[in-house]
């Protein structure tokens, strides 16, 4: 097997890995991630027990135990590019042999949830809603460096939503793991979600600057293909599926509604809406 090189796999001076600072034994199967570091909390009070606790950077990890049940629920923090640290470091460890470097044999599959706050986009989409992710679209040029397939709807909606909107680029389009959103999403609604590489301009929003796409919010809520549409927007739910896609995890993406960018309405109470999808998700997982 080849060995993979100092520089590719960085560990720490304890043999953790680099940036999430954690050893193979500290991670449970089943995995939730949060953006928020304070959510990491909010999540393990309900564990049973705790086992574990870990602060590196961003990364907030408690691992616990919740009916009979291990579960670790960590912190990205925001965006795309804290997502692939995230997926290859917590790949790294129960695929690679920390110590000898080399790939196990086998593939270990870890099922891996997202749960965060998202927008919607269809006026019909009520405030406080749950819905899970089918199709995730990204706005970021992360899969320009890695070979992402796609299928021939994924491309269908890449090609048209690029000549839609006016956008410079090719986005990426992918489903998450359609077992894992049947058992977490059962009693949600089902939407197409698109994930934005910034908070303001890449999701229509005009503070002091105003976006290169002025109209790009109205494009994308006018945007068809074939049955699909668009229904939400946040930050990381496409670089979950394209990593839990590449490198054979199950993936699921849970958003809480806490904004609905159509009637320009907010949420008076965010964090009930969250708690309650933290609820249902342990449910469910």
């Known amino acids: 097997m080849q060995q993979i090189s100092n520089t590719d796999l960085i560990l720490g001076s304890d043999g953790s890995v680099y940036h999430l600072g954690l050893h193979p034994e500290q991670v449970a199967d089943k995995v939730i991630g949060v953006g928020d570091q304070a959510?990491?909390?909010?999540?393990?009070?309900?564990?049973?027990?705790?086992?574990?606790?870990?602060n590196n950077r961003e990364f907030v990890t408690h691992t616990g135990m919740l009916g009979g049940k291990r579960l670790t629920v960590m912190s990205t923090?925001?965006?795309?590019?804290?997502?692939?640290?995230?997926?290859?470091?917590?790949?790294?460890?129960v695929n690679i042999n920390l110590k000898t470097r080399e790939p196990l044999p086998g593939r270990k599959s870890l099922t891996v949830v997202r749960l965060g706050t998202s927008g919607a986009m269809r006026e019909e989409i009520a405030?406080?809603?749950?819905?899970?992710?089918?199709?995730?679209?990204?706005?970021d040029n992360l899969m320009h460096f890695y070979d992402l397939p796609m299928e021939s709807l994924e491309s269908?909606?890449?090609?048209?939503?690029?000549?839609?909107?006016?956008?410079?680029?090719?986005?990426?389009?992918?489903?998450?793991?359609?077992?894992?959103?049947e058992q977490m999403g059962s009693n949600m609604i089902v939407g197409n979600t698109l994930t934005c590489p910034g908070f303001y301009a890449p999701q229509g929003r005009h503070?002091?600057?105003?976006?290169?796409?002025?109209?790009?919010?109205?494009?994308?809520?006018?945007?068809?293909?074939?049955?699909?549409?668009?229904?939400?927007?946040?930050?990381?739910?496409?670089?979950?599926?394209?990593?839990?896609?590449?490198?054979?995890?199950?993936?699921?993406?849970?958003?809480?509604?806490?904004?609905?960018?159509?009637?320009?309405?907010?949420?008076?109470?965010?964090?009930?809406?969250?708690?309650?999808?933290?609820?249902e998700v342990l449910a469910k997982i």
């Open 39 to 54: 959510r990491v909390e909010e999540v393990s009070r309900h564990f049973d027990s705790i086992e574990f606790k870990n």
């Open 77 to 93: 923090g925001i965006g795309p590019d804290n997502v692939e640290i995230f997926f290859t470091e917590l790949d790294a460890l």
């Open 127 to 139: 405030l406080g809603t749950h819905l899970v992710t089918d199709y995730a679209v990204g706005l």
């Open 156 to 181: 269908e909606i890449s090609f048209g939503l690029q000549k839609h909107t006016g956008l410079p680029f090719q986005p990426y389009v992918v489903r998450g793991s359609i077992d894992l959103r």
């Open 207 to 279: 503070v002091r600057l105003v976006g290169r796409l002025p109209d790009f919010l109205k494009d994308l809520n006018s945007f068809r293909a074939g049955g699909f549409v668009l229904s939400n927007l946040e930050m990381e739910t496409a670089a979950y599926f394209a990593f839990g896609k590449l490198l054979g995890h199950r993936t699921a993406s849970v958003n809480a509604i806490i904004a609905n960018r159509v009637t320009q309405q907010f949420a008076t109470n965010p964090k009930g809406v969250v708690d309650a999808l933290i609820e």
